[in-house]
């Protein structure tokens, strides 16, 4: 961590040989030629209105005098000066000086010194360096100081280090200020090894080892310079003095730099060492429980009760910070403990205000509400920044609302917030989600600057809207203009490939970063587990996990769905077991994963047990999904009854999911009674429901039921629902070609059709029989039978197997369930040409090869 120099200390010099950086024409203040007059009675009433606090009224005072020609002293106007400063009232600051100027008073160090720290403060950093390079030799060590503040606090690093370099060269021994300044100047990662070099002439100056301010400024120095917690935490244990400021320091970084267990042991050590936590503190270790995986909850309600007792219940930062917390660590996806903060709170500022409405719109389904309570925020005296302005135009394209997101965005521009990055990639972001890609790509085009994080927002639009070519081209743009990408970046491009199946371009992509040296980042190996696993290549998915150093719950729950998905019960379950092993506290997400899992192999014992375990042994409540998993479950393996029993018993009211999913396995099982009954209740909630109409239209159908048929579609005809065509798509040659049922648009369509005669004949004379009962249609037997075959995924097959080689899967996708008949077709279709043929189906994978099917037909 401690980086050494050879330097020599200089010897304090009494005036400077050299001149300070970019020094400009000298110009001196001229000597004094008037004496102030003696205005004793104005003059005392002057410092008792500084004494009193008075800073308007001292300056009235000063305003009255000069009106006679009369001028204060040196020591009055270094009072002034220091006063306004305090205050931070620099405007008040900036008439003293032209009081200070008028006088024509030969100016001290200290007047000089206090000028360049009151146009520091005051943002003016150009007027700070005119003073100090008028000061000539009148330069004291708090000069140099106070200007190496300057370039410092004005993020000028570069000018800060010239300054500090300046004055070693002219003989000035830094004291701790000096060394704070420019530490400070040093805590960003272009100039973090000069930082390294400083620390070296530090450490022979012995400032590190008394200085509380030195210590708090390494510390953030190799925080943000380098993220390196590590040497941060060296430098707090060698501080000999902390004080509450540095505890909190280093609290707060380690919730930064997602460490936030190692903020709550610091918190502990504080309290039991006897220093007193402020606001500040609580503020900063409320968000480290945000950010705790488990137990997080509790604690921060433990927190909360010392705020109440401490008497900081009205304190805005700490309210901010417990609004945030009981948001993102709701258990039941309820923001009412997080309202109810927001609520209670007497003064709101922009923070609590975007917390909130940041809040509703992460715990999902509650955009509205976070685009109530914007409006209601609008309308009172706390104006939006460009944060809010962000949050607000996600919840627009959470419902795809672009028309009231334009209407922010344009009440976003008069606040000047045009040019600002967030705002305007959230709106890009808006647009993407909207299906408004043109508008999406016009939003990025318009951009002021072009930074990186633009360049991944439109990336992961494209890729979101399942276009990988508009993403390659622009990471292509990427790399043409020399922008270094980043995780994000290739993350979403294997979301990307992964959405579509484009297995050969997330190859491409896998290369890429390789190359890039992002092997390592796990971020990126979750999304690899994932597009691999999405692509059909479940062993590649599991090589990555295998190769993995750290793995998080992410990693284990992207393995587990892998292989739910395709079908591989057995091993997903495996690997939960694991992963529990392992110490990893499985997530909701990751119980949904394995309970699908079971369903998918129909293992009720097992999901029952595992359903059982998500309270009794982590504490995680089930949502509607785990009800809707356990349905599926008894639904597919015939239970029905079970099935509606576990519904009817179930602590909440169940949603159009969980009677969706009943719904679709009483289409399965032929059971037009209770399928009814299911629908009935979908449409109760919903009556636009699409799927439901379709579920019970084929359920019927099946059954021969044609005029009940007739009458639902005449139903979703009067009611404008319009069901999703079927699609499917196979990647060759890294293009994608999709197809639709009887479709004859592809080039090859010849080839293809040929193909589909050639294969019909075959798998008939190997025993395949066409199902017509998946033929949703009243048409003849003949017509049927031309009608099933003619269904996109065999199309699919059949251009596979004309375009790909032998040794390589035929991979082909749709974007609903594949139907019975084409299931079957397709396992022939594998004996008769030998070819492994992997589909995946809105549902799961189907790997099939030599005429069985992972699925083994359940």
Same mark, same amino acid.
């Given at each position: 961590?401690?980086?050494?120099?050879?330097?020599?200390?200089?010897?304090?010099?009494? =005036?400077?040989?050299?001149?300070?950086?970019?020094?400009?024409?000298? =110009?001196?203040?001229?000597?004094?030629?008037?004496?102030?007059?003696?205005?004793?009675?104005?003059?005392?009433?002057? $410092?008792?209105?500084?004494?009193?606090?008075?800073?308007?009224?001292?300056?009235?005072?000063?305003?009255?005098?000069?009106?006679?020609?009369?001028?204060?002293?040196?020591?009055?106007?270094?009072?002034?000066?220091?006063?306004?400063?305090?205050?931070?009232?620099?405007? #008040?600051?900036?008439?003293?000086?032209?009081?200070?100027?008028?006088?024509?008073?030969?100016?001290?160090?200290?007047?000089?010194?206090?000028?360049?720290?009151?146009?520091?403060?005051?943002?003016?950093?150009?007027?700070?360096?005119?003073?100090?390079?008028?000061?000539?030799?009148?330069?004291?060590?708090?000069?140099?100081?106070?200007?190496?503040?300057?370039?410092?606090?004005?993020?000028?690093?570069?000018?800060?280090?010239?300054?500090? #370099?300046?004055?070693?060269?002219?003989?000035? #021994?830094?004291?701790?200020?000096?060394?704070?300044?420019?530490?400070?100047?040093? =805590?960003?990662?272009?100039?973090?090894?000069?930082?390294?070099?400083?620390?070296?002439?530090?450490?022979?100056?012995?400032?590190?080892?008394?200085?509380?301010?030195?210590?708090?400024? !390494?510390?953030?120095?190799?925080?943000?310079?380098?993220?390196?917690?590590?040497?941060?935490?060296?430098?707090?244990?060698?501080?000999?003095?902390?004080?509450?400021?540095?505890?909190?320091?280093?609290?707060?970084?380690?919730?930064?730099?997602?460490?936030?267990?190692?903020?709550?042991?610091?918190?502990?050590?504080?309290?039991?060492?006897?220093?007193?936590?402020?606001?500040? &503190?609580?503020?900063?270790? $409320?968000?480290?429980?945000?950010?705790?995986?488990?137990?997080? #909850?509790?604690?921060?309600?433990?927190?909360?009760?010392?705020?109440?007792?401490?008497?900081?219940?009205?304190?805005?930062?700490?309210?901010?910070?417990?609004?945030?917390?009981?948001?993102?660590?709701?258990?039941?996806?309820?923001?009412?403990?997080?309202?109810?903060?927001?609520?209670?709170?007497?003064?709101?500022?922009?923070?609590?205000?975007?917390?909130?409405?940041?809040?509703?719109?992460?715990?999902?389904?509650?955009?509205?509400?976070?685009?109530?309570?914007?409006?209601?925020?609008?309308?009172?005296?706390?104006? %939006?920044?460009?944060?809010?302005?962000?949050?607000?135009?996600?919840?627009?394209?959470?419902?795809?609302?672009?028309?009231?997101?334009?209407?922010?965005?344009?009440?976003?521009?008069?606040?000047?917030?045009?040019?600002?990055?967030?705002?305007?990639?959230?709106?890009?972001?808006?647009?993407?989600?909207?299906?408004?890609?043109?508008?999406?790509?016009?939003?990025?085009?318009? /951009?002021?600057?072009?930074?990186?994080?633009?360049?991944?927002?439109?990336?992961?639009?494209?890729?979101?809207?399942?276009?990988?070519?508009?993403?390659?081209?622009?990471?292509?743009?990427?790399?043409?203009?020399?922008?270094?990408?980043?995780?994000?970046?290739?993350? =979403?491009?294997?979301?990307?490939?992964?959405?579509?199946?484009?297995?050969?371009?997330?190859? +491409?992509?896998?290369?890429?970063?390789?190359?890039?040296?992002?092997?390592?980042? +796990?971020?990126?190996?979750?999304?690899?587990?994932?597009?691999?696993?999405?692509?059909?290549?479940?062993?590649?998915?599991?090589?990555?996990?295998?190769?993995?150093?750290?793995?998080?719950?992410?990693?284990?729950?992207?393995?587990?769905?892998?292989?739910?998905?395709?079908?591989?019960?057995?091993?997903?379950?495996?690997?939960?077991?694991?992963?529990?092993?392992?110490?990893?506290?499985?997530?909701?997400?990751?119980? $949904?994963?394995?309970?699908?899992?079971?369903?998918?192999?129909? /293992?009720?014992?097992?999901?029952?047990?595992?359903?059982?375990?998500?309270?009794?042994?982590?504490?995680?409540?089930?949502?509607?999904?785990?009800?809707?998993?356990?349905?599926?479950?008894?639904?597919?393996?015939?239970?029905?009854?079970?099935?509606?029993?576990?519904?009817?018993?179930?602590?909440? &009211? %169940?949603?159009?999911?969980?009677?969706?999913?009943?719904?679709?396995?009483?289409?399965?099982?032929?059971?037009?009674?209770?399928?009814?009954?299911?629908?009935?209740?979908? !449409?109760? +909630?919903?009556?636009?429901?699409?799927?439901?109409?379709?579920?019970?239209?084929?359920?019927?159908?099946?059954?021969?039921?044609?005029?009940?048929?007739?009458?639902?579609?005449?139903?979703?005809?009067?009611?404008?629902?319009?069901?999703? @065509?079927? *699609?499917?798509?196979?990647?060759?040659?890294?293009?994608?070609?999709?197809?639709?049922?009887?479709?004859?648009?592809?080039?090859?369509?010849?080839?293809?059709?040929?193909?589909?005669?050639?294969?019909?004949?075959?798998?008939?004379?190997?025993?395949?029989?066409?199902?017509?009962?998946?033929?949703?249609?009243?048409?003849?037997?003949? +017509?049927?039978?031309?009608?099933?075959?003619?269904?996109?995924?065999?199309?699919?097959? @059949?251009?596979?197997?004309?375009?790909?080689?032998? %040794?390589?899967?035929?991979?082909?996708?749709?974007?609903?369930?594949?139907?019975?008949?084409?299931?079957?077709?397709?396992?022939?279709?594998?004996?008769?040409?030998?070819?492994?043929?992997?589909?995946?189906?809105?549902?799961?994978?189907?790997?099939?090869?030599?005429?069985? *099917?992972? *699925?083994?037909?359940?």
């Amino acid at each position: 961590m401690m980086a050494t120099v050879n330097l020599s200390l200089p010897a304090p010099a009494k =005036s400077p040989s050299r001149p300070p950086p970019k020094l400009s024409s000298q =110009s001196s203040v001229p000597l004094s030629v008037n004496r102030p007059v003696n205005f004793e009675p104005l003059r005392h009433r002057l $410092i008792k209105h500084l004494d009193a606090g008075h800073l308007h009224k001292a300056i009235s005072t000063l305003d009255v005098m000069a009106s006679h020609n009369a001028h204060q002293d040196l020591v009055t106007y270094s009072l002034l000066l220091k006063a306004c400063i305090r205050s931070r009232d620099f405007q #008040l600051g900036k008439l003293v000086h032209c009081h200070l100027t008028e006088s024509k008073l030969e100016l001290d160090s200290v007047l000089f010194n206090s000028l360049i720290s009151l146009y520091s403060k005051a943002g003016d950093w150009t007027k700070a360096r005119e003073i100090f390079e008028s000061m000539g030799n009148k330069r004291d060590l708090v000069s140099w100081s106070a200007m190496i503040s300057c370039f410092a606090n004005n993020k000028m690093s570069f000018e800060a280090i010239l300054t500090f #370099l300046y004055m070693l060269d002219n003989g000035f #021994l830094p004291n701790e200020y000096c060394f704070t300044a420019v530490i400070r100047a040093c =805590s960003i990662s272009e100039f973090f090894p000069i930082g390294e070099i400083i620390l070296g002439f530090l450490v022979k100056t012995g400032y590190l080892d008394f200085d509380t301010n030195v210590g708090c400024a !390494l510390i953030d120095m190799f925080v943000k310079g380098n993220s390196d917690l590590e040497s941060a935490f060296k430098v707090f244990d060698k501080m000999p003095d902390r004080n509450v400021v540095a505890w909190t320091l280093m609290i707060t970084r380690c919730t930064q730099l997602s460490y936030p267990s190692g903020a709550i042991e610091l918190f502990v050590d504080m309290v039991l060492g006897g220093y007193m936590p402020d606001r500040f &503190t609580l503020s900063g270790i $409320i968000s480290a429980c945000t950010e705790l995986e488990s137990e997080s #909850l509790s604690l921060g309600k433990q927190l909360h009760s010392w705020v109440i007792r401490s008497g900081f219940a009205s304190d805005v930062c700490i309210g901010c910070s417990l609004v945030d917390m009981y948001a993102k660590c709701t258990i039941d996806g309820s923001l009412d403990d997080s309202r109810r903060v927001f609520d209670r709170m007497e003064n709101h500022n922009v923070m609590s205000w975007t917390a909130i409405i940041t809040g509703y719109i992460q715990c999902g389904g509650c955009d509205m509400e976070a685009i109530e309570l914007f409006c209601k925020m609008i309308e009172g005296p706390v104006p %939006p920044n460009h944060f809010t302005f962000s949050s607000v135009l996600k919840a627009c394209g959470n419902l795809s609302d672009s028309r009231t997101g334009e209407q922010f965005y344009a009440h976003a521009v008069k606040h000047g917030f045009a040019s600002d990055d967030y705002v305007g990639n959230s709106l890009i972001s808006m647009y993407a989600k909207s299906g408004r890609m043109d508008n999406a790509q016009k939003a990025f085009e318009s /951009l002021f600057e072009k930074n990186l994080d633009s360049y991944n927002t439109v990336v992961d639009a494209y890729a979101k809207n399942l276009d990988s070519e508009g993403a390659f081209e622009l990471f292509h743009e990427i790399s043409d203009f020399g922008v270094e990408v980043n995780a994000f970046t290739f993350t =979403s491009l294997l979301s990307g490939a992964s959405s579509i199946g484009a297995i050969g371009k997330g190859e +491409q992509i896998h290369a890429r970063l390789l190359k890039s040296g992002f092997q390592s980042n +796990q971020c990126i190996c979750n999304a690899l587990i994932s597009m691999y696993a999405r692509c059909g290549h479940i062993e590649a998915a599991f090589q990555v996990f295998n190769e993995m150093g750290d793995r998080n719950v992410i990693t284990w729950t992207s393995m587990i769905t892998g292989f739910a998905k395709h079908g591989f019960a057995a091993r997903a379950l495996e690997i939960f077991h694991e992963m529990l092993k392992a110490g990893i506290r499985p997530n909701e997400i990751t119980y $949904i994963a394995v309970l699908s899992a079971c369903s998918h192999a129909g /293992l009720v014992s097992e999901g029952w047990e595992i359903f059982k375990s998500m309270h009794k042994e982590h504490e995680i409540a089930p949502r509607m999904e785990h009800y809707a998993c356990m349905v599926d479950l008894l639904g597919r393996s015939g239970l029905l009854r079970e099935a509606i029993e576990f519904i009817n018993k179930m602590p909440c &009211t %169940p949603d159009a999911l969980v009677w969706r999913t009943f719904l679709g396995a009483c289409r399965v099982h032929h059971d037009k009674e209770l399928g009814e009954h299911s629908a009935k209740m979908i !449409l109760q +909630q919903d009556p636009h429901d699409t799927a439901a109409h379709i579920l019970l239209s084929n359920l019927y159908a099946s059954s021969g039921q044609w005029e009940d048929v007739a009458r639902i579609r005449k139903n979703m005809k009067e009611r404008n629902l319009i069901k999703e @065509a079927g *699609c499917s798509w196979i990647e060759v040659d890294n293009k994608i070609h999709r197809f639709h049922v009887a479709d004859t648009s592809h080039p090859q369509v010849q080839e293809i059709y040929d193909k589909l005669d050639e294969m019909a004949l075959k798998i008939k004379g190997l025993g395949y029989v066409p199902n017509t009962d998946f033929v949703l249609h009243e048409l003849e037997e003949e +017509q049927k039978e031309q009608f099933v075959f003619q269904h996109s995924e065999k199309i699919a097959v @059949a251009f596979g197997l004309i375009t790909t080689s032998r %040794p390589k899967p035929i991979r082909v996708f749709k974007n609903l369930r594949v139907c019975g008949d084409c299931h079957t077709a397709i396992k022939y279709i594998s004996m008769a040409t030998g070819r492994e043929i992997v589909l995946r189906d809105s549902n799961r994978f189907h790997h099939i090869k030599n005429g069985t *099917c992972s *699925c083994n037909d359940y």
